[in-house]
């Protein structure tokens, strides 16, 4: 069936580097995507959000591309720091779906100081 | 201000009982959406609820049902419960209803376990 779903469940980095979190969705119909970050414990927390009419958006220390053609987006994190460490989705919402998102399996990053 | 708060944190219940999630979404939010998120999993949707009307209903059985109070807070409800029930369930408010970029705010969640 049709899904939204991460290339790596792990990745690690060390404290300064930059890191990219990878996102794969099948659905046509998705035109808006979120990034969340869950700490352990918490619920996931919004980061940056990009809409399907756009390539690049960037954030402070982040910034999300979006390939349509391959349906495929990214999460880069600049100076990856100790408190990035957390599990990051992206969620996506299609039309005609109202606020229905569809959130990928995950990847747990683990920055190393 | 403070944000989404959800009852209680932790919950154990045993196969075949009932249990009542409660939720408090951000003061002014008047949509609450509820989602299931299994260990090692991405949160699954299950219901939107909007000025106590149900907007959204993800693919999830009768067993799960929920509502909405006139203060926005919300239940969500799971009548005989099985082992795969066990989960996070997460609280989520946003603005409004139909504005699909309206940014949605989660709470902590209420981990359920059914033995």
């Known amino acids: 069936g049709e899904s939204v779903g991460l290339h790596l469940p792990t990745l690690s980095v060390q404290e300064g580097d930059n890191s990219i979190i990878n996102c794969a969705y099948s659905n046509s119909a998705s035109d808006y995507f979120i990034w969340y970050k869950q700490e352990s414990g918490k619920g996931p927390q919004f980061i940056i959000d990009?809409?399907?009419?756009?390539d690049k958006r960037q954030g402070q220390r982040v910034t999300v591309l979006l390939n349509k053609t391959v349906k495929h987006l990214s999460l880069q994190i600049a100076a990856t720091q100790p408190g990035d460490s957390a599990v990051y989705f992206c969620?996506?919402?299609?039309?005609?779906?109202?606020?229905?998102?569809?959130f990928g399996t995950g990847t747990s990053l683990t920055v190393i100081p | 201000d403070a944000g989404v708060t959800q009852s209680p944190t932790h919950l154990i219940k045993t196969r075949g009982q009932h249990v009542t999630l409660r939720c408090s979404p951000i003061s002014g939010h008047k949509s609450v959406s509820w989602y299931q998120q299994v260990l090692g999993q991405g949160p699954q949707f299950i219901f939107q609820y909007y000025e106590k009307e149900e907007r959204g209903r993800g693919n999830f059985p009768d067993r799960f049902s929920a509502r909405q109070f006139p203060n926005y807070s919300s239940e969500l409800n799971v009548n005989a419960l099985l082992l795969g029930d066990s989960a996070l369930y997460l609280c989520?408010?946003?603005?409004?209803?139909?504005?699909?970029?309206?940014?949605?705010?989660f709470g902590p969640g209420t981990r359920l376990t059914v033995l």
């Open positions: 990009i809409r399907s009419n756009m």
């Open positions: 989520a408010s946003s603005l409004d209803w139909g504005v699909r970029t309206d940014t949605q705010y």
């Open positions: 969620a996506e919402n299609r039309r005609n779906t109202g606020n229905q998102f569809y």
